[in-house]
């Protein structure tokens, strides 16, 4: 993965539901690849596969750019999990500017990262229990990753100290060690050996590999 996307990634993964989650999502698809709109879309299919009903509304980024036609060049993504389809769409509004099969392969392989966190933002903002007490955008967020993690560390028959999940879930979040470190009241390099022990743990090599570790388990996706 390239280094430079993992603070765009962080940022995705903070916002999970909250209203900032399409435009963060826009931004990092536009750091690999030029659209012009992002959209969301949550589908309920029968068994057969084929579509009941739109069961979400559609969340949509940069819409605007389309203007009144329809988009000259599309790609869509899909994401099934039991009778629900996840589909995230790109668009191109000039028909100069179609998808080249470089770019097709190159989203799709960027989708087994996009899709879990679609799939994650939607789970997010639907109502669950009525007397719950609203939880801050940044923060619900921030306990999405905590969860996935801790999800993957019960899967996997491991365990980190809470310094050393902290840490990995800052570093997820987008903050960079010497934040982290402020944040945490400790030094850099403390930081960064909390991020080596759990990297021995998880038997992975960094941060960078933080993320693909969190979702090792996913399904594969099609475009």
């Not at 603070?7 to 900032?20: D, E, L, N, Q």
């Not at 009941?52 to 000259?72: C, M, N």
């Not at 923060?139 to 899967?155: D, Y």
């Amino acid at each position: 993965m390239n280094s430079q996307l993992f603070p765009h990634i962080g940022k995705v993964i903070a916002s999970t539901g909250s209203r900032h989650f399409p435009r963060m999502l826009h931004d990092l698809i536009l750091t690999q690849l030029a659209v012009d709109a992002t959209h969301i879309t949550q589908l309920q299919v029968s068994a057969e596969g084929h579509v009941r009903r739109k069961i979400s509304p559609v969340y949509t980024d940069s819409v605007e750019a389309l203007g009144e036609e329809q988009p000259a060049a599309q790609l869509h993504l899909t994401r099934r999990r039991d009778d629900v389809r996840y589909v995230l769409s790109v668009y191109r509004s000039h028909q100069s500017e179609n998808f080249s099969p470089q770019e097709r392969s190159m989203l799709q392989d960027f989708s087994t990262l996009l899709l879990p966190m679609v799939e994650k933002h939607i789970a997010a903002i639907q109502p669950c229990r009525q007397d719950s007490e609203p939880v801050p955008p940044e923060n619900q967020g921030l306990e999405t990753l905590r969860r996935r993690i801790e999800e993957r560390l019960v899967q996997s028959g491991l365990t980190l100290s809470n310094r050393e999940l902290e840490v990995c879930v800052g570093l997820l979040a987008g903050r960079t060690a010497p934040e982290l470190a402020e944040q945490l009241a400790l030094k850099v390099n403390t930081i960064e050996s909390y991020l080596k022990r759990a990297a021995i743990k998880l038997g992975i090599s960094g941060r960078h590999s933080l993320l693909r570790w969190m979702y090792a388990t996913e399904e594969s996706t099609g475009l």
